[in-house]
């Protein structure tokens, strides 16, 4: 897992919500959980109990279930759509998404998503007060997200870049790039 530095300590990147992290099939401890629990539910041994501790917890990995309205429900799924995308086209652009970016550009979804949920409910209602409303939170998440792309380029600007396809080509060259051929 890719781990960020920050003030001498090490934290491991949030995931993009909406992706779950991929199983590793040649993980050491994956084995030991194939039968290691028995009738009653519990750990047959401690090699077992000890792959169960290092697999990643839930909270970590998977975003946040919320309760939302059935008529919502169209637009929380658009919501998470636009934030991983926009995640990363961000992290595309600029080398990474930092905590602040991410909660920048998670403010901006759940804006641009509930005026969009305005948006309906005054086209249903023919509420001129909630397209007023609906206009108001996409122009607010507009401006999370642009305050979000600023924050990531000037991240970005101070972020050491590694050109990794230079820096094979050199390992290659030199003669340090062995990786199992011939």
Request: charged share 25%.
């Amino acid at each position: 897992m890719p781990v960020q530095k920050s003030h001498g300590k090490h934290y491991p990147f949030a995931p993009v919500e909406g992706e779950l992290p991929q199983p590793n099939a040649g993980a050491a401890g994956a084995a030991p959980l194939a039968d290691g629990r028995d009738g009653k539910g519990r750990l047959r041994s401690s090699a077992a109990a000890s792959a169960l501790a290092k697999l990643p917890r839930r909270s970590k990995y998977l975003p946040r279930t919320y309760a939302c309205d059935p008529r919502f429900e169209p637009f929380n799924r658009s919501r998470v759509e636009w934030l991983a995308k926009r995640r990363g086209e961000v992290c595309d652009a600029t080398g990474a998404v930092s905590h602040g970016v991410g909660a920048m550009l998670n403010a901006a979804a759940w804006s641009y998503a509930a005026g969009e949920f305005l948006s309906a409910l005054a086209a249903e209602r023919g509420d001129p007060e909630l397209f007023k409303q609906a206009a108001s939170l996409t122009t607010t998440a507009r401006g999370h997200d642009r305050m979000a792309w600023e924050l990531a380029v000037l991240e970005g600007q101070t972020r050491p870049r590694v050109d990794r396809i230079a820096q094979l080509q050199a390992e290659l060259s030199s003669g340090g790039g062995d990786h199992g051929e011939g």
